[in-house]
């Protein structure tokens, strides 16, 4: 569902993920009972939540909470299964990489009772050394049949989101991405943009986004240096625009760094974005 907020179409979730989450974690809030008034207040429609295991939230509590704030998780992350479990679906043992399927099967369970769809990004790990590109993308494959599969039973998509060269060293462009997924043909398995990524990767952001718009599943927006829209070199009107062309109806993502702090961080981009006129 869409809601009308001035000009912008699209409805925004920002990123969270439990205290005791790993301490790099690329989220803007840690901690979620203590920051779920501020996001409620700040405008927000929802929250990205990063996790790395089912067990890391109790799912009835949560759901009390986000109901009682009117908040929605239109998206769970999974990129600290990396870090936390050392498990990744390019791993050159086929005993991590089931165990890695395993682990994400669990938390698509706890997606499954928010309606939110799930994102595949460091779990996809990297292509081996001793790898091709061909056989590192073959185990990636496999395991994405067998996850698409079972989100499939709760009607939920995979999100694959690309990463800039610097953080994998595969499907680093919407255009890689989107070239492999239109190759697999799994109906349930999108595109996940991150507009960090597509300025290094990608050759044109709006040409790309038009390209594949049958395929996108979900955006991160965050500016050239990740930090909120505004405060670096992108055009968010042209990507904006790009995006109600392409009636581009899904959530966008705030990941942005929490700096100065958290809060300002959540409030700069949301206030930021809601100048744009399309
Ligand atoms: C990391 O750069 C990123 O974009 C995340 O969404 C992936 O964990
Ligand atoms: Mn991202």
Known sequence: MCVKRGQMMNELCVTISMEDCFPKALVVFKGIEKNLSAIKDLGYDGIELALYRKDNIDVKALKKLIDEYGLQIP?????????????????????????????FKGII?????????????????????????????????????????YAKSYNRDILLEQMNRFETNYLCSVKDVGKYIKSLK?????????????????????????????????????????????????????????????????????????????????????DYLRTIKI
């Not at 999974?78 to 791993?91: A, D, I, P, R």
């Not at 595949?120 to 073959?138: A, F, H, P």
């Not at 995006?243 to 702090?261: A, C, F, N, R, T």
């Open 75 to 103: 998206v769970i992350s999974t990129g600290q299964m990396f870090t936390m479990l050392n498990v990744w679906f390019t791993h050159t043992d086929s005993k991590v990489r089931e165990k890695a399927v395993e682990e």
């Open 109 to 149: 369970d706890v997606a499954a009772e928010f309606g939110a769809d799930i994102n595949v990004s460091r779990v996809r790990g990297y292509i081996d050394e001793n790898d091709t590109l061909d056989e590192g993308l073959k185990k990636l494959t496999e395991c994405l049949y067998e996850v698409c599969e």
């Open 186 to 270: 799994i109906p349930n398995l999108k595109i996940h943009a991150d507009l960090f990524h597509m300025n290094i990767e990608d050759v044109d952001i709006y040409d790309t986004l038009k390209e594949y718009k049958d395929h996108i599943g979900y955006i991160h927006f965050c500016d050239s240096n990740r930090l909120a829209p505004g405060k670096g070199h992108l055009d968010f009107y042209r990507t904006l625009k790009t995006m109600d062309e392409i009636k581009y109806g899904g959530w966008i993502g705030l990941e942005v760094l929490p700096e100065p702090d958290p809060y300002t961080a959540a409030k700069d981009s949301i």
